[in-house]
């Protein structure tokens, strides 16, 4: 936390100046780049010191993993629930550390590590494989499972620091089932029902381990992979006459979309894990042996297992984290909400966009066939709640702002947005989920103040219009500080590359910082 000097009176500070003699803006400016190095190293060196997630991949365990790719039955990639925030935590170091001392690969080597650029915008981790021509190179990305065809504009030199945290995914394979006719090598058909399946039915699904990880050596590799079982839970509602009927029934992913389809056969338990394991792995194409990237040595690993957490929970006097300041002074986001007060609600690209479509994931998979219990049905102002917005089939982090007992329901926020929408008690859970991670947006003012006591809605409703659905870019003015005594302002560029404060001036609707304030019974 910096405590930067604060002005001689209350406009000053509001009006997000550095006054101070002692300290010029290079000062400022240096101390606030140093602080954040200083935070990056902190936060790898955390990273470093995580446990592997394969330390709680142990016999009979039940996991909830996010999948982030499948390659075939016998090669999927799972992130579990526990390390779903330390893979953001990631993304952005990475992020940053690029942009801030990044140095472009001169002279890529097969078998380097190094930091790349993902289809996705975003950068990874990553080990060259091959080079496809002069100016592309195929790249297989550590934290995720991935094989992506880079350019070599986008790949630098990675640092030292991110060399030793583990790989935040986990390589398995279906144990219970495998390849139709001879058991030789699975069909790209087969590849399909299980990628239709998953993504159809369920973005977060169980993992049922069968054993702990076994190890195989093909071609002078030390392959890694985790025998599990995959399952997800589905819930059927029939109506009767006098009442619902609720059934659940957990589905078995390889039993139901791939043995009943007669795309694979069930496996013979007479034959160990290792032994069905490599003679797949002797069928595959060379282009499929790249998946199969050999397992890292890390000197620096914990021991011991990670406990595990509950799925839902309810808690008392919690508040959803919030994070005040983006990691840059200058980013691209949009504006999901603009409030009565004049706050803007700011979803930055590179650090929330991700983040959100996890959540929204997670969130659907889990409560979108759940029943409303007695508990979720008493209501106080303040509580967090996980809350279905209407006529969307959605589901959101929220806390609520208003109740209205007489017709049970509550005004909620929902804050990874910033909407406050009414929602009945039937679409309200109090059993709460990704907690650990922050608040998606930054809750922001822009760099003016209303020219009135108060914003007038044509101005907001103006403000709306020109900004729309589009990106746009952002610079912030002043930072906001833990204990709330500065805002965080910002600057936005519109569309069409005029300044929205500017926009608002020279409408007569708002007034810059700079001019001067007319002294009144009201202002003061």
Not at 273 to 291: A, I, P, Y
Not at 366 to 394: H, W
Request: proline content about 4%; hydrophobic content about 35%; overall charge positive.
């Amino acid at each position: 936390q910096v405590n930067f000097p604060k002005g001689r009176s209350h406009q000053q500070r509001t009006q997000g100046k550095f006054h101070s003699k002692q300290m010029s803006a290079n000062c400022v400016q240096e101390m606030w780049t140093n602080i954040k190095s200083e935070v990056r190293q902190a936060q790898c060196e955390t990273l470093m010191n995580v446990a592997p997630p394969e330390k709680i991949f142990v016999k009979d365990a039940e996991l909830k993993c996010r999948i982030t790719e499948i390659h075939s039955p016998l090669r999927i990639f799972l992130m579990p629930e526990e390390y779903f925030l330390k893979e953001l935590e990631l993304r952005n170091m990475i992020t940053v550390e690029v942009k801030s001392k990044g140095e472009l690969l001169v002279e890529p080597s097969l078998g380097q590590l190094c930091f790349a650029r993902t289809s996705l915008g975003n950068f990874s981790r990553g080990v060259i494989l091959a080079q496809v021509n002069d100016k592309r190179w195929r790249i297989y990305l550590q934290d995720t499972g991935k094989v992506e065809v880079c350019s070599k504009e986008d790949l630098y030199k990675i640092s030292e620091g991110f060399k030793n945290i583990p790989d935040l995914v986990v390589p398995v394979h279906l144990s219970s089932v495998i390849p139709a006719g001879g058991g030789k090598r699975w069909s790209v058909t087969a590849l399909e029902y299980l990628k239709k399946a998953v993504e159809a039915n369920c973005s977060t699904i169980t993992v049922r381990v069968q054993t702990p990880a076994i190890y195989v050596i093909h071609q002078n590799k030390k392959i890694k992979s985790v025998p599990v079982i995959m399952v997800y839970q589905r819930i059927d509602i029939a109506f009767s006459k006098e009442e619902a009927i609720v059934s659940d029934k957990w589905i078995d992913v390889g039993e139901h979309w791939l043995v009943k389809k007669g795309l694979a056969l069930r496996r013979s338990h007479s034959e160990k894990e290792e032994t069905v394991f490599k003679r797949c792995l002797t069928f595959l194409k060379s282009e499929e042996l790249e998946h199969f990237q050999p397992e890292t040595d890390f000197t620096n690993q914990r021991s011991g297992e990670s406990n595990r957490r509950p799925i839902y929970r309810i808690r008392e006097n919690f508040t959803w984290q919030v994070r005040e300041n983006p990691l840059n002074t200058s980013f691209t986001g949009k504006i999901s909400n603009i409030s009565m007060d004049g706050c803007l609600y700011i979803q930055c690209k590179e650090e929330h966009y991700d983040a959100l479509r996890y959540i929204q994931d997670g969130l659907q998979c889990r409560f979108k066939n759940s029943i409303s219990r007695k508990t979720d049905q008493y209501l106080n102002v303040g509580e967090p709640v996980i809350a279905q917005k209407p006529f969307e089939n959605k589901w959101y982090r929220g806390h609520i702002l208003k109740v209205d007992i007489k017709e049970r329901k509550a005004m909620v926020e929902l804050v990874d947005y910033g909407d406050q929408v009414w929602c009945t008690h039937l679409q309200l859970r109090k059993h709460l989920a990704f907690c650990e991670i922050p608040l998606q947006r930054f809750r922001a003012k822009l760099d003016c103040y209303p020219a009135k006591k108060m914003w007038d809605r044509y101005a907001l409703d103006l403000l709306k219009t020109n900004l729309g659905d589009d990106h746009v870019t952002m610079e912030v003015k002043q930072f906001a500080t833990a204990d709330g005594s500065q805002d965080l302002i910002v600057s936005i560029t519109l569309p069409n590359g005029k300044d929205a404060s500017s926009l608002l001036v020279e409408n007569k609707l708002a007034k810059k910082f700079d001019d001067p304030i007319e002294v009144t019974r009201e202002n003061e």
